[in-house]
């Protein structure tokens, strides 16, 4: 097996492994449309997840990479289509329409400087850096829960199947970005794949339920 043949397989892994984790959404969704409501949820990581995927499907076009571009078309689609349900059923609408023109401006901006930028090589270390920070911002946010879970000793707040997806995104992405000599692809997924593991390792040190849930050990008098 050469190569290009490693490369395309580890690619196709790494497109499936990502639209199932963008698929996960539809399962918050559905929870929405059963309450009726998002109650005190944000709807910052769908939009937010709109424009990383935005700026990445901006960077598949000017890098010509199809896989990039048929990734974050998917991605885009959903969110958007998660954002718009996560709207209906918000009581917080005049927020998110402010967060949804924030991001449009954004991107239309960004949109803007692809299209008037003649150098193809600053153009595409530009994107990829911006995608780049944006992925890393992502990838940092579990640290809070990581704190929390040290703090209270128990990994219930934690979700195993999304973080073990995650760990299989990031991997399969950091290794297709070292044989396609891509940094903008190899360093946020290789901090997401030790962010994932370092999860993955809690739950073989904590349990799953608090201590002062767990039943007691009765004592024979």
């Known amino acids: 097996m050469n190569l290009f043949e490693i490369k395309e ?22 929870q929405y449309v059963a309450n009726r409501t998002t109650a005190e949820a944000s709807p910052f990581p769908f939009i937010a997840g709109v424009l990383s995927a935005g ?10 990479n ?9 991605g885009v689609t959903l969110m958007i289509s ?10 917080k ?4 329409l402010r967060q949804i023109t ?9 949109f803007g400087y692809v299209s008037v930028e003649e150098d193809n ?51 399969f992405w950091c290794l297709y970005g070292l044989i396609d000599e891509d940094i903008f692809i190899t360093i946020p997924n290789s901090i997401g794949a030790i962010l994932a593991v370092v ?3 809690l739950f073989a040190i904590f349990p799953s339920t608090p201590y002062s849930s767990l039943p007691s050990k009765s004592t024979i008098a």
């Not at 497109?15 to 698929?23: D, E, R």
């Not at 998660?82 to 009581?91: D, E, G, H, L």
């Not at 609408?93 to 998110?96: A, T």
């Not at 579990?142 to 990031?170: G, H, Q």
């Open 121 to 171: 090589e600053v153009l595409l270390s530009r994107l990829g850096l911006l995608a780049c920070s944006l992925t890393l911002i992502t990838v940092a946010a579990p640290m809070s829960k990581l704190l929390y879970v040290l703090k209270v000793k128990c990994t219930e707040c934690l979700p195993f199947p999304m973080i073990l997806m995650s760990f299989f995104v990031s991997a």
């Open 9 to 30: 397989l580890v690619a196709n892994a790494a497109v499936v492994t990502t639209i199932l984790q963008f698929l996960s959404g539809i399962l918050v969704c559905k």
């Open 66 to 74: 199809d896989k990039i571009v048929m990734v974050n078309t998917i």
């Open 102 to 110: 924030f991001t449009i401006i954004l991107f239309l901006f960004i």
């Open 82 to 91: 998660y954002t718009v349900v996560f709207y209906i059923y918000t009581f």
């Open 199 to 201: 999860q993955l390792s």
């Open 55 to 64: 700026i990445w499907l901006l960077y598949g076009f000017t890098k010509h």
């Open 93 to 96: 609408k005049s927020m998110v």
